[in-house]
């Protein structure tokens, strides 16, 4: 299910922030990695495989690339898209904070986590999906809608733009309470 929501987070790219940063919130560590190799494949079938990199030389990036310790980061830096989790030494995350922070990198793809730690500002915010596996549980459950919000925030942050997009990508059973929520008052 979620791969399906892959091509259409690399058209709201595209259409709604083609030259402002992007923050693509997904569930696990491993959602970072296969959402990133998605958008670079929507990119190559585009021949345009650096759209989400902003910087003048491949030296410059692939000499960055060579200081990062996780292979996946490594690879997807390359291209412009960041991956921000816990799996992630300090060195690679405080790496990939500055090149997105500098527009270098144009797109950042992040577990829910980083919604609340860092003041990581985004022009557009996709939530690629509302639901995150309970381990405990054993099951999947449903983002608390204060996490939703959270991750909506880091859109239009007024430091650094003058609006923001948000777009969540949802089973359609959960459209109704998720705009219910969104725009009716409380």
Do not use: H
């Given at each position: 299910r979620m791969?399906?929501?892959?091509?259409?987070?690399?058209?709201?790219?595209k259409d709604l922030s083609p030259n402002k940063p992007s923050m693509i919130f997904v569930a696990s560590?491993?959602?970072?990695?296969?959402?990133?190799m998605d958008l670079i494949s929507h990119a190559a079938s585009e021949e345009d495989t650096k759209t989400f990199l902003n910087c003048d030389s491949d030296e410059y990036i692939?000499?960055?690339?060579?200081?990062l310790t996780d292979d996946a980061l490594k690879h997807t830096i390359t291209f412009g898209i960041g991956l921000h989790h816990a799996g992630l030494t300090s060195k690679d995350r405080e790496t990939v904070e500055k090149l997105y922070l500098e527009g270098t990198i144009q797109v950042l793809i992040a577990t829910a986590t980083l919604a609340w730690g860092v003041n990581l500002p985004a022009h557009l915010v996709i939530v690629k999906g509302t639901e995150?596996?309970?381990?405990?549980?054993?099951?999947?459950?449903?983002?608390?809608?204060?996490?939703?919000l959270q991750m909506m925030g880091r859109a239009g942050r007024p430091?650094?733009?003058?609006?923001?997009?948000?777009?969540i990508?949802?089973?359609?059973?959960?459209?109704?309470?998720?705009?219910?929520?969104?725009?009716?008052?409380?």
């Open positions: 791969a399906t929501m892959n091509k259409p987070c690399y058209s709201a790219i560590r491993r959602q970072t990695r296969l959402t990133a692939e000499a960055i690339a060579n200081t995150f596996y309970d381990g405990k549980l054993n099951r999947y459950v449903d983002y608390p809608v204060t996490d939703v430091q650094f733009d003058k609006e923001g997009v948000a777009v990508m949802c089973e359609e059973s959960k459209k109704n309470f998720l705009k219910k929520f969104l725009y009716d008052p409380f």
